[in-house]
C-alpha cells in the first residue's frame, strides 16, 4: 500500500502498543495492534479489529475493577448501554442533572453506590463476567483512585484483559 499522504512510499506493515483515546477513557492500551506505517513521512494507519469486542472489553475490564468508578468510566459504561443521559436517568430514576454530575469532570458527584452496583449489573448482565460478584461488596467500602492502565490484547480469540 502506497502512502495516502506523500505518495511516494509503500506502507511498512508491523505491530504496535498505542493508547485508545478514541474510548474516551485515557488509560485504556492496546497491545500489538497491526498498523502501517510510511518510512518518508512518519504517517501510521493503524488497524483496531473487532471494535465491539474491543468496548465489550473494556466494559467487562470496568465492571470487574475492585474500586468505584470514575466519571468518564460512568460515562463509558452508559454509552456501552446505547443510552443517553436522558435514557440513563429515567431507568435509574434520578433527574438528567444527576447523571451530568456522576459524569462531570470538572466537579464530579461520587455515584451512589447502590446506583453504581446497579450500572455495573445492568452491563454485566450482556454477557457473562466471571468474578464479578467475588468484589460487590468491598466495593463499597473503596474511594475511586486515579484509574490505572488497562492492558488488552487481541488474538484468533478476541479481545481480552492482560495482566498488568
Given at each position: 500500500?502506497?502512502?495516502?499522504?506523500?505518495?511516494k512510499e509503500e506502507m511498512v506493515k508491523g505491530t504496535e502498543t498505542i493508547r485508545y483515546e478514541e474510548s474516551g477513557l485515557p488509560n485504556v492500551v492496546l497491545k500489538d495492534i497491526p498498523l502501517r506505517r510510511c518510512a518518508n513521512c512518519g504517517n501510521q494507519l493503524v488497524s483496531i479489529p473487532n471494535l465491539a469486542g474491543l468496548h465489550r472489553c473494556i466494559a467487562v475490564a470496568l465492571v470487574n475493577k475492585p474500586e468505584r468508578l470514575t466519571p468518564l468510566e460512568i460515562g463509558f459504561l452508559r454509552k456501552s448501554l446505547g443510552w443517553s443521559k436522558a435514557d440513563f436517568a429515567r431507568k435509574?430514576?434520578?433527574?438528567?442533572e444527576q447523571v451530568s454530575r456522576w459524569e462531570s469532570s470538572k466537579a464530579p458527584?461520587?455515584?451512589?453506590?447502590?446506583?453504581?452496583?446497579?450500572?455495573?449489573?445492568?452491563?454485566a448482565m450482556g454477557q457473562?463476567?466471571?468474578?464479578?460478584?467475588d468484589h460487590m461488596e468491598e466495593l463499597a467500602?473503596?474511594?475511586?483512585?486515579?484509574p490505572s492502565i488497562v492492558s488488552l490484547g487481541y488474538d484468533d480469540a478476541g479481545w481480552h484483559k492482560l495482566a498488568a
Open positions: 500500500m502506497i502512502c495516502p499522504d506523500c505518495k435509574l430514576h434520578v433527574r438528567p458527584v461520587p455515584m451512589q453506590v447502590q446506583s453504581e452496583l446497579l450500572l455495573r449489573s445492568l452491563v457473562k463476567i466471571d468474578d464479578y460478584k467500602s473503596k474511594t475511586a483512585t486515579e
